[in-house]
């Protein structure tokens, strides 16, 4: 199981960081990924990071003001987004990988997903 924290309302230029809690034991054999859907469009690649943390790979939109990263002690995997902007503004969903590596960027790559948490930017 995924769940999904640390979505909310800030103004553009902001900071906010995601965090995915995971239940199970092999929850470092896995890439984890972060995707985004707003109203109206397709679940959108944000970022993947893979099982062991040392590789991680963004969409162009997000390269540079996102880090991804994770703890495997914790099971938890982070989101860190910085300088946001209006047009970040959608459901943010973590989801788990079926491989190790970041590899493998579509939705249909990965085989666990969580429920969700709203990032909202005002100009």
């Known amino acids: 199981q995924l769940q999904a924290s640390g979505g909310g309302l800030v103004q553009a230029g902001g900071s906010l960081r995601l965090s995915c809690s995971v239940s199970?034991?092999?929850?470092?054999?896995?890439?984890m990924g972060w995707f985004r859907q707003a109203p109206g469009k397709d679940r959108q690649f944000v970022a993947t990071?893979?099982?062991?943390?040392?590789?991680?790979k963004y969409a162009d939109s997000v390269q540079g003001r996102f880090t991804v990263s994770r703890d495997n002690a914790k099971n938890t995997v982070y989101l860190q987004m910085n300088n946001l902007k209006p047009e970040d503004t959608a459901v943010y969903y973590c989801?788990?990988?079926?491989?190790?590596?970041?590899?493998?960027?579509?939705?249909?790559?990965?085989?666990?997903w969580g429920q969700g948490t709203q990032v909202t930017v005002s100009s």
């Open positions: 989801a788990c990988s079926y491989y190790g590596s970041t590899n493998y960027v579509r939705a249909a790559d990965f085989r666990k």
């Open positions: 199970g034991r092999t929850f470092s054999d896995y890439a």
């Open positions: 990071i893979s099982w062991s943390g040392g590789s991680t």
